[in-house]
Protein backbone atom coordinates (compact mmCIF):
# COMPACT_ATOMS: atom_id res chain seq x y z
CA UNK A 1 0.00 0.00 0.00
CA UNK A 2 1.12 3.46 -1.08
CA UNK A 3 1.94 5.93 2.37
CA UNK A 4 0.20 9.22 1.95
CA UNK A 5 2.54 11.86 2.53
CA UNK A 6 1.86 14.03 5.38
CA UNK A 7 3.37 17.09 6.91
CA UNK A 8 2.45 17.48 10.66
CA UNK A 9 2.71 21.50 11.96
CA UNK A 10 2.68 21.78 15.75
CA UNK A 11 2.56 23.57 18.87
CA UNK A 12 3.32 20.36 21.43
CA UNK A 13 1.50 20.96 24.53
CA UNK A 14 -0.06 17.96 25.36
CA UNK A 15 -2.60 17.02 22.97
CA UNK A 16 0.16 18.20 19.93
CA UNK A 17 2.23 15.34 21.54
CA UNK A 18 -0.44 12.39 21.61
CA UNK A 19 -1.49 13.57 17.82
CA UNK A 20 2.61 13.32 17.04
CA UNK A 21 2.32 9.70 18.35
CA UNK A 22 -0.51 8.99 16.39
CA UNK A 23 0.73 9.55 13.69
CA UNK A 24 4.05 8.23 13.62
CA UNK A 25 2.47 5.30 14.64
CA UNK A 26 0.69 4.67 11.64
CA UNK A 27 2.06 2.33 8.85
CA UNK A 28 -0.74 4.37 6.43
CA UNK A 29 1.43 8.07 6.50
CA UNK A 30 4.20 9.07 5.44
CA UNK A 31 5.51 11.89 8.01
CA UNK A 32 8.05 13.51 5.78
CA UNK A 33 8.37 16.69 8.08
CA UNK A 34 7.31 17.83 11.30
CA UNK A 35 6.94 21.89 11.59
CA UNK A 36 6.55 23.69 14.67
CA UNK A 37 4.97 26.86 15.35
CA UNK A 38 4.64 29.45 18.84
CA UNK A 39 1.80 29.09 20.70
CA UNK A 40 0.81 26.67 23.14
CA UNK A 41 4.25 28.47 24.75
CA UNK A 42 7.44 30.14 22.94
CA UNK A 43 9.21 28.20 19.72
CA UNK A 44 11.81 27.80 21.45
CA UNK A 45 9.98 25.64 23.92
CA UNK A 46 7.57 24.33 21.77
CA UNK A 47 10.26 22.83 19.42
CA UNK A 48 12.09 21.58 22.28
CA UNK A 49 9.02 19.87 22.99
CA UNK A 50 8.87 17.98 19.59
CA UNK A 51 12.27 17.45 19.70
CA UNK A 52 11.91 15.55 23.01
CA UNK A 53 9.02 13.53 21.47
CA UNK A 54 10.16 11.96 18.75
CA UNK A 55 13.28 11.18 20.25
CA UNK A 56 11.30 9.41 22.75
CA UNK A 57 9.85 7.49 20.08
CA UNK A 58 13.14 6.84 18.63
CA UNK A 59 12.01 8.14 14.69
CA UNK A 60 14.18 9.91 12.09
CA UNK A 61 11.90 12.79 10.90
CA UNK A 62 13.12 16.11 10.16
CA UNK A 63 11.83 19.10 12.99
CA UNK A 64 11.86 22.18 11.48
CA UNK A 65 11.30 25.62 13.62
CA UNK A 66 8.88 28.37 12.06
CA UNK A 67 7.81 31.50 12.76
CA UNK A 68 8.70 33.53 16.39
CA UNK A 69 5.19 34.92 16.50
CA UNK A 70 1.59 35.12 15.16
CA UNK A 71 1.59 37.40 11.67
CA UNK A 72 0.80 40.43 13.28
CA UNK A 73 0.14 39.60 16.96
CA UNK A 74 2.40 38.01 19.85
CA UNK A 75 2.58 34.68 21.30
CA UNK A 76 0.39 34.18 24.22
CA UNK A 77 1.58 30.92 26.25
CA UNK A 78 -0.97 29.17 27.18
CA UNK A 79 0.26 28.14 30.55
CA UNK A 80 -2.46 27.34 32.59
CA UNK A 81 -3.36 24.39 29.89
CA UNK A 82 0.45 23.25 29.40
CA UNK A 83 2.75 24.26 31.64
CA UNK A 84 5.58 26.42 32.14
CA UNK A 85 7.13 23.72 29.69
CA UNK A 86 4.46 24.13 27.42
CA UNK A 87 4.19 19.85 28.60
CA UNK A 88 4.56 19.61 31.99
CA UNK A 89 3.67 16.89 33.71
CA UNK A 90 5.78 13.89 32.54
CA UNK A 91 9.49 14.10 32.73
CA UNK A 92 11.20 13.24 29.10
CA UNK A 93 14.27 12.91 28.40
CA UNK A 94 16.63 15.42 26.78
CA UNK A 95 16.45 14.87 22.58
CA UNK A 96 18.44 12.73 21.07
CA UNK A 97 19.22 15.30 17.83
CA UNK A 98 18.63 18.94 16.86
CA UNK A 99 16.14 20.99 15.10
CA UNK A 100 16.93 21.42 11.31
CA UNK A 101 19.44 23.88 10.02
CA UNK A 102 16.05 25.19 7.89
CA UNK A 103 13.31 26.55 8.71
CA UNK A 104 9.92 25.74 8.63
CA UNK A 105 8.71 27.58 5.23
CA UNK A 106 11.92 26.38 3.23
CA UNK A 107 11.29 22.88 4.78
CA UNK A 108 7.76 22.75 4.14
CA UNK A 109 8.15 24.07 0.55
CA UNK A 110 11.17 21.96 -0.18
CA UNK A 111 8.91 18.62 0.68
CA UNK A 112 6.31 19.83 -1.56
CA UNK A 113 8.26 20.79 -4.32
CA UNK A 114 9.88 17.30 -3.80
CA UNK A 115 6.57 14.87 -3.52
CA UNK A 116 5.58 13.24 -6.49
CA UNK A 117 1.88 12.84 -5.16
CA UNK A 118 -0.15 15.70 -2.85
CA UNK A 119 0.44 16.34 0.02
CA UNK A 120 -1.08 16.33 3.41
CA UNK A 121 -1.05 19.58 5.90
CA UNK A 122 -2.04 18.44 9.42
CA UNK A 123 -1.29 21.68 11.52
CA UNK A 124 -2.59 21.59 15.16
CA UNK A 125 -1.48 24.91 16.24
CA UNK A 126 -1.88 28.39 15.23
CA UNK A 127 -1.92 28.50 11.33
CA UNK A 128 0.93 30.96 11.35
CA UNK A 129 3.88 28.52 8.87
CA UNK A 130 0.98 27.29 6.88
CA UNK A 131 -0.32 31.15 6.29
CA UNK A 132 3.00 32.10 5.02
CA UNK A 133 3.67 28.76 2.95
CA UNK A 134 0.50 29.97 1.10
CA UNK A 135 1.37 33.35 0.68
CA UNK A 136 5.02 32.98 -0.29
CA UNK A 137 4.14 29.96 -2.26
CA UNK A 138 1.18 30.03 -3.84
CA UNK A 139 2.03 28.23 -6.55
CA UNK A 140 2.54 24.98 -4.26
CA UNK A 141 -1.04 24.88 -3.50
CA UNK A 142 -1.17 22.59 -6.35
CA UNK A 143 0.23 20.25 -4.33
CA UNK A 144 -1.26 20.40 -0.91
CA UNK A 145 -4.07 17.38 -0.99
CA UNK A 146 -5.77 19.04 1.91
CA UNK A 147 -5.29 21.00 4.83
CA UNK A 148 -6.68 19.24 7.89
CA UNK A 149 -6.08 21.09 11.01
CA UNK A 150 -7.67 21.81 14.49
CA UNK A 151 -8.88 24.98 15.29
CA UNK A 152 -11.95 27.41 15.25
CA UNK A 153 -15.83 26.45 16.49
CA UNK A 154 -18.89 26.68 14.89
CA UNK A 155 -20.59 26.82 18.51
CA UNK A 156 -18.69 28.32 21.23
CA UNK A 157 -15.36 28.77 21.91
CA UNK A 158 -12.53 28.50 24.65
CA UNK A 159 -10.15 31.62 24.77
CA UNK A 160 -12.94 34.28 23.87
CA UNK A 161 -16.97 33.17 23.92
CA UNK A 162 -16.61 32.58 20.84
CA UNK A 163 -13.05 32.24 19.43
CA UNK A 164 -10.82 28.98 19.99
CA UNK A 165 -7.37 29.46 20.66
CA UNK A 166 -5.36 28.07 17.98
CA UNK A 167 -7.49 30.61 15.49
CA UNK A 168 -7.36 33.58 18.17
CA UNK A 169 -3.87 33.51 18.43
CA UNK A 170 -3.19 34.24 14.66
CA UNK A 171 -6.51 35.27 13.28
CA UNK A 172 -4.74 37.09 9.97
CA UNK A 173 -3.34 33.60 9.45
CA UNK A 174 -6.55 31.64 9.66
CA UNK A 175 -7.91 33.89 7.44
CA UNK A 176 -5.46 33.19 4.55
CA UNK A 177 -5.52 29.50 4.79
CA UNK A 178 -9.48 29.75 4.95
CA UNK A 179 -9.55 31.97 1.64
CA UNK A 180 -6.74 29.53 -0.04
CA UNK A 181 -8.51 27.46 -2.19
CA UNK A 182 -6.94 24.54 -0.61
CA UNK A 183 -9.42 22.04 0.33
CA UNK A 184 -10.00 22.10 4.39
CA UNK A 185 -11.32 20.28 6.84
CA UNK A 186 -12.34 21.91 10.29
CA UNK A 187 -11.69 19.55 13.82
CA UNK A 188 -12.65 22.47 15.74
CA UNK A 189 -14.43 22.33 19.40
CA UNK A 190 -17.82 21.19 17.84
CA UNK A 191 -16.11 17.71 17.84
CA UNK A 192 -13.10 17.80 19.88
CA UNK A 193 -14.77 18.74 22.86
CA UNK A 194 -16.66 15.30 22.26
CA UNK A 195 -13.12 13.48 21.76
CA UNK A 196 -12.71 12.66 25.34
CA UNK A 197 -10.97 10.17 27.33
CA UNK A 198 -12.33 9.23 30.07
CA UNK A 199 -10.11 9.59 33.88
CA UNK A 200 -11.20 5.61 33.89
CA UNK A 201 -9.88 4.86 30.58
CA UNK A 202 -6.13 6.40 31.29
CA UNK A 203 -5.14 3.15 32.99
CA UNK A 204 -5.84 1.60 29.23
CA UNK A 205 -2.25 3.76 28.12
CA UNK A 206 -0.68 3.27 31.22
CA UNK A 207 -0.87 -0.36 31.60
CA UNK A 208 0.55 -1.03 28.60
CA UNK A 209 3.72 -2.59 27.99
CA UNK A 210 5.67 -0.19 26.06
CA UNK A 211 7.07 3.13 27.36
CA UNK A 212 5.03 5.45 25.10
CA UNK A 213 1.87 4.04 26.68
CA UNK A 214 2.58 5.10 30.62
CA UNK A 215 3.93 8.43 28.80
CA UNK A 216 0.44 9.05 27.35
CA UNK A 217 -1.56 8.31 30.79
CA UNK A 218 0.87 10.60 32.06
CA UNK A 219 0.45 13.46 29.68
CA UNK A 220 -3.48 12.73 30.05
CA UNK A 221 -3.48 13.05 33.92
CA UNK A 222 -1.91 16.92 33.58
CA UNK A 223 -4.19 18.07 30.60
CA UNK A 224 -6.72 16.69 32.37
CA UNK A 225 -6.15 18.08 35.09
CA UNK A 226 -5.20 21.55 34.05
CA UNK A 227 -8.12 21.43 31.60
CA UNK A 228 -11.33 20.41 33.71
CA UNK A 229 -13.11 22.89 36.14
CA UNK A 230 -13.81 21.29 39.56
CA UNK A 231 -17.66 20.90 39.32
CA UNK A 232 -16.94 18.66 35.76
CA UNK A 233 -15.94 16.41 38.17
CA UNK A 234 -19.19 15.99 39.93
CA UNK A 235 -21.05 12.69 39.44
CA UNK A 236 -23.14 13.09 36.59
CA UNK A 237 -20.79 15.92 35.11
CA UNK A 238 -17.48 13.54 34.26
CA UNK A 239 -15.59 15.48 31.70
CA UNK A 240 -12.48 13.49 30.40
CA UNK A 241 -9.38 14.68 28.54
CA UNK A 242 -10.08 16.86 25.40
CA UNK A 243 -8.36 15.08 22.65
CA UNK A 244 -8.39 18.39 20.51
CA UNK A 245 -5.54 18.03 18.07
CA UNK A 246 -5.41 14.26 18.13
CA UNK A 247 -8.95 14.13 16.12
CA UNK A 248 -7.20 15.80 12.77
CA UNK A 249 -4.90 13.38 12.70
CA UNK A 250 -7.40 10.45 13.25
CA UNK A 251 -9.50 12.32 10.30
CA UNK A 252 -6.63 11.67 7.65
CA UNK A 253 -6.64 7.75 9.27
CA UNK A 254 -10.70 6.96 9.43
CA UNK A 255 -12.80 10.29 8.10
CA UNK A 256 -15.39 7.70 8.39
CA UNK A 257 -15.47 8.04 12.81
CA UNK A 258 -16.76 11.60 12.05
CA UNK A 259 -19.78 13.63 10.79
CA UNK A 260 -19.14 16.64 9.07
CA UNK A 261 -21.03 19.51 6.57
CA UNK A 262 -19.21 21.47 3.97
CA UNK A 263 -19.42 24.57 4.65
CA UNK A 264 -18.46 28.53 4.36
CA UNK A 265 -16.26 29.71 6.91
CA UNK A 266 -14.10 33.12 7.60
CA UNK A 267 -12.55 34.27 10.38
CA UNK A 268 -12.99 37.32 12.40
CA UNK A 269 -9.65 39.75 12.17
CA UNK A 270 -11.12 43.19 13.67
CA UNK A 271 -13.45 43.04 16.16
CA UNK A 272 -12.27 42.76 20.18
CA UNK A 273 -14.47 41.03 21.36
CA UNK A 274 -14.98 38.08 18.54
CA UNK A 275 -11.33 38.03 17.19
CA UNK A 276 -10.21 34.67 15.92
CA UNK A 277 -14.19 33.86 15.74
CA UNK A 278 -14.87 31.39 12.82
CA UNK A 279 -17.92 32.74 11.46
CA UNK A 280 -19.55 28.79 10.21
CA UNK A 281 -22.73 29.74 7.87
CA UNK A 282 -24.31 26.74 9.39
CA UNK A 283 -27.78 27.69 8.00
CA UNK A 284 -25.76 29.59 4.33
CA UNK A 285 -27.55 32.85 5.28
CA UNK A 286 -24.70 34.41 3.03
CA UNK A 287 -25.06 31.78 0.10
CA UNK A 288 -21.10 32.58 -0.19
CA UNK A 289 -19.27 28.98 -2.00
CA UNK A 290 -18.57 26.49 0.92
CA UNK A 291 -14.75 26.23 1.79
CA UNK A 292 -14.76 23.68 4.59
CA UNK A 293 -15.41 20.48 5.61
CA UNK A 294 -16.57 20.98 9.35
CA UNK A 295 -17.04 18.19 11.38
CA UNK A 296 -19.96 18.50 14.05
CA UNK A 297 -19.20 14.61 15.66
CA UNK A 298 -17.77 11.76 16.37
CA UNK A 299 -17.45 7.82 16.89
CA UNK A 300 -15.52 8.41 20.49
CA UNK A 301 -15.37 4.55 20.83
CA UNK A 302 -13.70 4.10 17.11
CA UNK A 303 -11.63 6.99 18.18
CA UNK A 304 -10.36 5.77 21.27
CA UNK A 305 -9.93 2.22 19.57
CA UNK A 306 -7.98 3.90 16.87
CA UNK A 307 -5.87 5.90 19.21
CA UNK A 308 -5.37 2.81 21.55
CA UNK A 309 -4.17 0.65 18.99
CA UNK A 310 -1.81 2.96 17.41
CA UNK A 311 -0.11 3.74 21.06
CA UNK A 312 0.16 0.07 22.06
CA UNK A 313 2.33 -0.42 18.74
CA UNK A 314 4.87 2.34 19.43
CA UNK A 315 8.07 1.80 21.24
C1 LIG B 1 -6.02 23.94 20.99
O1 LIG B 1 -5.30 24.83 21.84
C2 LIG B 1 -4.24 24.17 22.47
O2 LIG B 1 -4.31 24.29 23.86
C3 LIG B 1 -4.32 22.70 22.08
O3 LIG B 1 -3.04 22.18 21.83
C4 LIG B 1 -5.19 22.68 20.85
O4 LIG B 1 -4.44 22.76 19.67
C5 LIG B 1 -7.41 23.71 21.56
O5 LIG B 1 -8.12 24.93 21.58
CA1 LIG C 1 -2.06 22.46 19.63
Redesign the pocket.
Known amino acids: MKKRPVILDC??????AIALMLALSSKELDVRLITVSA??STIERTTLNALRIVSFLDKQVEVAAGARKPLRRVVIP?VE??GESGLDGPVLPEPKFSASSRNALDAQADVLKRSESKVTIIP??PLTNIALLLSVYPELKDKIDRIVL??GACFGG??LPNA???IMIDPEAADIVFRSGVPVTMCG?DV?LKAQIFPAEFDIFRRMPNRTGPLVAELLDFFHKSTTPPFMAAPGHEEGA?M??VCAVAWVLAPELFVSRHLNVQIETVSELTLGCTVVDYNNVFKLQPNADVCFDIDRKGFLDLLTSGISSLP
Do not use: A, R, S, V
Open positions: DPGHDDGNDTHTGMGNWEFNLTHHD
